[in-house]
């Protein structure tokens, strides 16, 4: 039951104990972790199909995608409604912004905490940074992945997009997810995370 308050607080992205401590997860543990918790039908989004999940399908974990952020922290934050794919309307509030290059082409994207998950203690830390990019409805989920993030002791906030995994809701319409706010759109490919299945 605990569990389930727990992932209608945070808006159905990933329970967020499993991603404790992200920052000290290898990409190659968060994926192991990912998998075992798809594979248990205490905690999986599949219930009963866990027991048929072998595994997700990702793409190669590649060093490119795990970058250095410099991090802005936003002041003075209006708490507002995040959309999701039902009437629902969790109160999150923008915490900051993440400037880094992929490429040579510089980015930007906003992070976010959510009011409700905060409140608790052991959460209070964490913070949810939703995205969408140009391999949607091709390469990876068509609405968007999910990063899940610590408060940043500076002004440096490390993103593993390797990390990147999909909102429940591409695996179980029951579930209520956030959508990606539109500044969270990213114009290039980021072939890290999660991959589509038929890929």
Known sequence: MRNFILFFIVGFHLFVK??????????????????AQ????????LKKKAKRFKGHNFFPIDSIYRVE???VRMLNAIPFQMKTTTSRLPIYEKYGEAV???QGEELRLGIFQSHGLREDEEYKNHLFLPFTDLTNGEESYAGGRF????????????????????????????????IPPAEND??????????????
């Open 186 to 199: 990213l114009k290039i490919k980021i072939l890290a995370g999660v991959r589509s299945s038929k890929n």
């Open 18 to 35: 499993v991603n404790a401590q992200v920052e000290e997860k290898s990409a190659a543990e968060f994926q192991q972790d990912l998998n």
């Open 147 to 178: 990063l899940d993030l610590e408060i940043p002791e500076g002004d440096v906030i490390i993103i593993d997009f390797n990390k990147a995994y999909n909102p429940y809701c591409a695996y179980n319409s029951d579930y209520s997810c956030p």
């Open 38 to 45: 798809f594979k248990d039908i205490e905690e999986s989004p």
């Open 69 to 71: 952020a410099n991090f």
């Open 100 to 102: 880094f290059t992929i």
